[in-house]
């Protein structure tokens, strides 16, 4: 059972988890053949199914939390399974990554999603075991809120909006400086 303070917070995020998967729906329906047509891109399929899997995973453990008397720990647990499931798939789409030339991007988004949903099942566990420990509910709502962050950025990038961040940025001043010409570099002289 979850105490009373935390009520809120899960209401609203149930709310808000389902009104984006709708509107990951609604984005993916405007052209569907471009995320899973035939001829649609490895990153597209990663990013709408990475996008997917996080806001369900956030919406269903919400819906959960709020019916009273269930157990919470077994239920969050047991919604780990398939998103650990989904993100393991991703790696179906490594032959693809690597033609794209997406493979870093791909394995990174792997990683951080399998580390989410992996320390999420130890937290169903660890509530399951004991119910009344706050401190593991308080880290299960701050994992709710990293998978927010990869379902909003990848649903963003499906959408076709540039990657934001300090590595997108830190990369695209490498590629930058890469395009300089040894003319580019040389510091400007004083003019007289």
């Given at each position: 059972m979850i105490p009373a303070q935390f009520d809120s917070f899960l209401a609203t995020s149930a709310t808000v988890?389902?009104?984006?998967?709708?509107?990951?729906f609604v984005s993916i329906s405007i052209a569907p053949e471009r995320v899973f047509g035939p001829t649609s891109d490895a990153a597209r399929q990663a990013q709408a199914l990475s996008a997917f899997s996080a806001l369900a995973n956030i919406f269903f453990i919400s819906i959960a939390s709020l019916i009273p008397k269930v157990p919470f720990g077994p239920v969050v647990t047991v919604i780990a399974i398939p998103s650990t499931l989904q993100t393991l798939g991703l790696l179906l789409l490594l032959p693809h990554w690597r033609a794209q030339g997406a493979v870093r991007r791909g394995l990174v988004l792997f990683l951080v999603s399998?580390?989410?949903?992996?320390?999420?099942f130890a937290?169903?566990?660890?509530?399951?075991?004991?119910?009344?420990?706050?401190?593991?509910?308080?880290?299960l709502l701050e994992l709710l809120l990293g998978?927010?962050?990869?379902?909003?950025?990848?649903?963003?990038?499906?959408?076709?909006?540039p990657r934001l961040g300090w590595f997108g940025l830190l990369t695209a001043a490498?590629?930058?400086?890469?395009?300089?010409t040894p003319e580019d570099r040389q510091p400007p002289t004083a003019k007289l």
């Open positions: 988890s389902s009104a984006l998967i709708g509107l990951l399998l580390l989410i949903y992996g320390y999420e937290i169903g566990i660890r509530i399951w075991i004991a119910p009344s420990d706050t401190g593991a509910l308080v880290a998978a927010y962050a990869i379902g909003l950025g990848r649903a963003w990038e499906l959408l076709g909006a490498v590629r930058r400086e890469r395009r300089r």
